[in-house]
């Protein structure tokens, strides 16, 4: 399987301001803070133009609405669209239509890639103002107390605390403690919120596909509560194609629950993380079967149809797909050579 070819297609996904779009369908044809900054992670461990380049478009991203985070540094938000938002046009831009834009992990996300990317080496701040945003946004998450602030997740949903979303903003801040000022009290609090909650995602969902996220990329969660995500994830949600993300989900569900493409590396990577290489190579076979030769990932295959919808490729699928194998090709811990 050519592995360069996730490379082209991600490339045909790129905008001109260097973010992504989240797929090339109309229904997708929009920015997603998250979207971005995992659809970069194959990027991440050493200099590359198109992280960089990805994470200053979001930088004055947030400059460009300054103001608003400027105002819910000491004002929480009542109103769903007084949150930093979640999704924009692919020039970088609000949109007026109704959603669930407080998504706490978006922001967590972001502030972990910075922390991330700038120890591995990447340019990713270029001024004082990069970090007066980065600031500024920690202000933003002490004053929604993230900690305990309901939010729509991962998911776009309902609103609850989420363990992925309090999980995320924890990362964030500890990857950047050392750029701005970061109070010990603001990671205790997501901390302690964590215990509270894992391995439970929410009151309402007893696992979800998100947790995964405090495995891999943000090695939040200790050994044992990671396993015991995996075990939740493994037993109660994994299918076919790739993994529902809860139980009773009714995104493209006709007559079951969606199955994501994504699921497969992202439970091989965070296999990886722990060192199960078994479980690792069961995952790696997994995730080829649901690679096409063209690389055109798609998000899910409809619930009950088995098939893909329309939103193929998911930029965010790809990038999982991709690190996972070239990852899996530099241990050198599979026969066959990932060409």
């Not at 989900?249 to 699921?263: L, P």
């Amino acid at each position: 399987m050519n592995v360069d070819r996730a490379l082209q297609v991600l490339d045909s996904m790129r905008l001109p301001n260097g973010t992504y779009t989240a797929s090339l369908s109309q229904d997708y044809n929009y920015v997603w803070i998250r979207d971005v900054c995992y659809t970069v992670l194959p990027f991440l461990k050493w200099p590359d133009e198109r992280f960089e380049t990805a994470y200053h478009a979001l930088f004055d991203l947030f400059k460009s609405y300054e103001w608003k985070i400027d105002i819910h540094r000491t004002k929480k938000p009542v109103y769903l669209y007084e949150y930093i938002h979640s999704r924009y046009s692919t020039d970088l831009k609000e949109l007026q239509q109704e959603w669930g834009h407080a998504q706490n992990d978006a922001i967590g996300a972001f502030l972990w890639g910075v922390g991330e990317g700038f120890s591995h080496g990447q340019r990713v701040i270029r001024d004082d103002s990069d970090i007066a945003i980065l600031q500024k946004l920690v202000d933003y998450l002490e004053c929604i107390r993230y900690w305990e602030d309901e939010d729509n997740g991962m998911w776009e949903e309902n609103m609850e605390v989420h363990a992925s979303s309090v999980g995320a903003c924890v990362a964030g801040l500890k990857a950047i403690k050392m750029l701005v000022e970061v109070k010990d009290e603001l990671i205790i609090n997501g901390e302690k919120a964590l215990q509270k909650l894992l391995p439970r995602e929410s009151i309402s969902k007893e696992t979800d596909l998100a947790l995964l996220s405090l495995i891999y990329p943000y090695r939040v969660a200790d050994r044992q509560m990671a396993l015991k995500i995996l075990e939740n994830v493994n037993t109660h949600l994994e299918r076919t194609y790739g993994c529902i993300r809860y139980i009773n989900d009714q995104y493209y569900n006709e007559g079951s629950e969606a199955e994501w493409c994504f699921g497969f590396p992202w439970l091989g990577l965070c296999y990886l993380e722990l060192g199960m290489f078994e479980k690792t190579l069961e995952y790696l076979e997994k995730t080829k079967r649901i690679v096409p030769e063209n690389w055109e990932v798609p998000e899910l295959y409809i619930g009950g149809a088995f098939k893909p919808n329309g939103n193929t490729p998911l930029a965010w699928a790809v990038a999982m797909a991709y690190l996972f194998m070239t990852q899996m090709e530099s241990f050198k811990m599979y026969g066959e050579t990932v060409q």
